[in-house]
């Protein structure tokens, strides 16, 4: 058992940071005690928040706790959508706030490093302004550098780029004992050992505190062009994909949704979806070195659209108009949360997306519920959420004993991605929620070697207990 948070702990993280960048009152705590996972039953309030100034006031907190035996858990910009930030056992909650430097950006070596606090809001400005690029977005700006690589957070953009990992050279972190290493550096190669740094991508905290990153960064795409591509039906909008791809053409991004959710995410923001054609809709984002390049690409896609069924195709050419698409695709979460009770991102293979979504969809129609499915349709990933209400003629309408179905549907939806040769989690991470589908998709060996890696690094289990698994 954890040791409670008492007077004499409160006094000794006054000596390492500032008394005002330590939070005990109950509602100063409540920000803190969830993360944008939408249903409140998993949310757990620290016991303190501490807002370190520095990787060495990290490693004194660390320390204490260890020493203490008291839980801590690191967050950044709570934007996580699986509880993982979310403090289990109490304990501490340690944020970045204060540590959201550009510390350099490398124009030779085409890096930045940075502090885990800074936001994807302040990053991407400062790197265009250098006329540089980051490729992988996740949908929400406000996620930090350290979160956004303890998850392994993908986007919209992975599928041509690759996910953060693919982006990380370098990492300081504080272990649970307190000590401070530096892990991988600027350098593209490294055959040096096991790579720890990229065992602690995607360790959701578990397995030490990010402080600084060394990020690569790449010259950005002189043209793009957004096209929206309208079917009559989800099936031949993704089936579409494997044969764009066998052109040997990867664009940006490559997204499908159905119409309703686009109009949906628009009147939310008061943004108008370019087309209304059809029932369901690709948005795929061609980038190339020159105007002529992009629209070769352009017109090869919709050639093959268009001979699998497409009703028409619809290109953005001007930045406003793609700013908005991309917008209201990045807004469907928020239109949607405050009529729903999760949104899962299980990962099939591509050649299995469109009968991974036609099986939800038949699930769907089965027990009456509102299934709307979305993703990133070249890698695989598919986004469902579960919703307590459906819209429909412009209004929300709640559904029938939505309650008792939920578990029923959300265990099936898991049955289809095994069944389909997928994974629980392409981007979101496993967190508090997902925990209960790891040891089905995972062999136990795996699940061992985990356990035995968490051990090594922390054998006092004192980092973000109760994540990824028991
Ligand atoms: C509208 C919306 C759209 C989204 N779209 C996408 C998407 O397209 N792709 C995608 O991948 N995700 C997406 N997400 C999920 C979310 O943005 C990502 O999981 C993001 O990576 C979390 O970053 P964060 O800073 O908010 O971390 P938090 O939610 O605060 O924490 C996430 C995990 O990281 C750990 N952590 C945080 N900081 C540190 C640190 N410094 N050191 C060690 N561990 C740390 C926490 O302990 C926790 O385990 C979306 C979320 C929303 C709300």
Redesign the pocket.
Known sequence: MYHKINQSIIDQLKTIVEARNILTERDELLDYSH??YSLDDISSYPDVVVKPPDAEAVSKIVQLCNQENIPL??????????G??VPVFGGVV???EN?HQILEIDTHNLTATVE??L?LMDFYPAIEEKGLFFP?????E???????????????R?VKYG??RNFVTGIE?VLPTGEIVNLGGKFVKNSTGYSLMHL?IG?????????KATISLMAPPKELMTLVVPYDNLHDAISTVPAIIEKKILPMAVEFLELETAILSGKHLNKTWPCTQGSAHLMIIVDGTSEDEVMSLAETISEVCLDHNALEVFAADTRSKQRDILDIR?????AM?PYMLE?L?ITVPRSQIAHFVDSVNAVAEKSDMWLPTYG?AADG?V?THLMRYRWQNDEWHEIENWDEKYQTVRKELHDLGKKYQGICS????I?IVKKEYLKSFLEPQQIELMRGIKKVFDPGAI??PG?IFD
Not at 136 to 140: I, V
């Open positions: 993360d944008e858990t690191a967050r950044g910009g709570g934007t996580g959508l699986c993982a930030c340690m944020t970045f540590m885990s606090g936001t992988p977005h996740p949908g929400d406000t996620a930090t550098i350290g979160g956004v690589i303890a998850t392994n957070a993908g986007g919209a992975a996910v953060i972190v602690m360790s959701e905290g578990t397995l030490g505190i990010i402080t990045s807004s469907i979460y928020e949360r949104i991102d990133h990933n986004h392409g981007e979101h991470g967190g980092l973000n994540k």
